[in-house]
T-cell receptor
Framework: GAGVSQSPSNKVTEKGKDVELRCDPI?????LYWYRQSLGQGLEFLIY????????KSGLPSDRFSAERTGGSVSTLTIQRTQQEDSAVYLC??????????FGSGTRLTVV | GQSLEQPSEVTAVEGAIVQINCTYQ??????LSWYQQHDGGAPTFLSY??LDGLEETGRFSSFLSRSDSYGYLLLQELQMKDSASYFC????????????WGAGTKLIIKP
C-alpha cells in the first residue's frame, strides 16, 4: 500500500483480556518495527523484524507480549492478559533499510 | 549503552529561528535522523545526516559533527504549524542498523 496501515485505530479492552494489533507495512519494505508511546513520552522499542532473520525481541516488556510477521509482510502484536499499564499508543513502522522509517497512525489501546 | 540527549522543551517566537541540539553516545554510529511528531500524530521523517556538515531542506536544516558526537536541527522562519515534538535518532550498526531514539524535544511557538 501507499503507507503503513494499522488497525484498529482505537481499542478499549477490559483488564485481563487479550488483544491483537495489526500492522500492514509498505509493500517491499523488509524491516518492520513496533514501538509503544505513552502520552507526552518518547518511543519505547518493542520488536524489530528484518527480512527472514530472527526478530529482535529485546524490547518486549514481558512474556505477555508477542509478535509475528507472516510472509514478510503483515505483522500482528499480541498482548495477553492486558494490564492497565499496557495503555498506550502502539506504533508500527517499516523501512527499506536503516533510515527513513514510515510510521502508521498507531493503535490507541486503553485498558479499563 | 546507547543513548541520545536532547532538551525536553524549547520555546521560540513565530518567524524566528530555533536550534534543537542532540548529543549521542552510540556504538557503531552510522548516521543521525530527525523526526517530527504533532500531538496525536505519528512521527514523520525530516532529515538524515550520514556525513559531517549541514543538510538543508527548505526551512529545515540538520547538522552533524561526528568528532563531537553532536547534531542539531535548525528551523527557520518558524510557523505555528511547526509546534510539535522533534526526535533525533541514531542509526547503529551494533543494533542491526536500528534507530536509537532520543526522548524528544517539545517545540512551543509563541505568536
Amino acid at each position: 500500500g501507499a503507507g503503513v496501515s494499522q488497525s484498529p485505530s482505537n481499542k478499549v479492552t477490559e483488564k485481563g483480556k487479550d488483544v491483537e494489533l495489526r500492522c500492514d507495512p509498505i509493500s517491499g519494505h523488509t524491516a518492520l518495527y513496533w514501538y509503544r508511546q505513552s502520552l507526552g513520552q518518547g518511543l519505547e522499542f518493542l520488536i524489530y523484524f528484518q527480512g527472514n532473520s530472527a526478530p529482535d525481541k529485546s524490547g518486549l516488556p514481558s512474556d505477555r507480549f508477542s509478535a509475528e510477521r507472516t510472509g514478510g509482510s503483515v505483522s500482528t502484536l499480541t498482548i495477553q492478559r492486558t494490564q492497565q499499564e499496557d495503555s498506550a499508543v502502539y506504533l508500527c513502522a517499516s523501512s527499506l533499510g536503516g533510515n527513513g522509517y514510515t510510521f502508521g497512525s498507531g493503535t490507541r489501546l486503553t485498558v479499563v | 549503552g546507547q543513548s541520545l540527549e536532547q532538551p525536553s522543551e524549547v520555546t521560540a517566537v513565530e518567524g524566528a529561528i530555533v536550534q534543537i541540539n542532540c548529543t549521542y553516545q552510540t556504538s557503531g554510529f552510522y548516521g543521525l535522523s530527525w523526526y517530527q511528531q504533532h500531538d496525536g500524530g505519528a512521527p514523520t521523517f525530516l532529515s538524515y545526516n550520514a556525513l559531517d556538515g549541514l543538510e538543508e531542506t527548505g526551512r529545515f536544516s540538520s547538522f552533524l559533527s561526528r568528532s563531537d558526537s553532536y547534531g542539531y536541527l535548525l528551523l527557520q522562519e518558524l510557523q505555528m504549524k511547526d509546534s510539535a515534538s522533534y526526535f533525533c535518532a541514531a542509526t547503529s550498526m551494533d543494533s542491526n542498523y536500528q534507530l536509537i531514539w532520543g526522548a524528544g524535544t517539545k517545540l512551543i511557538i509563541k505568536p
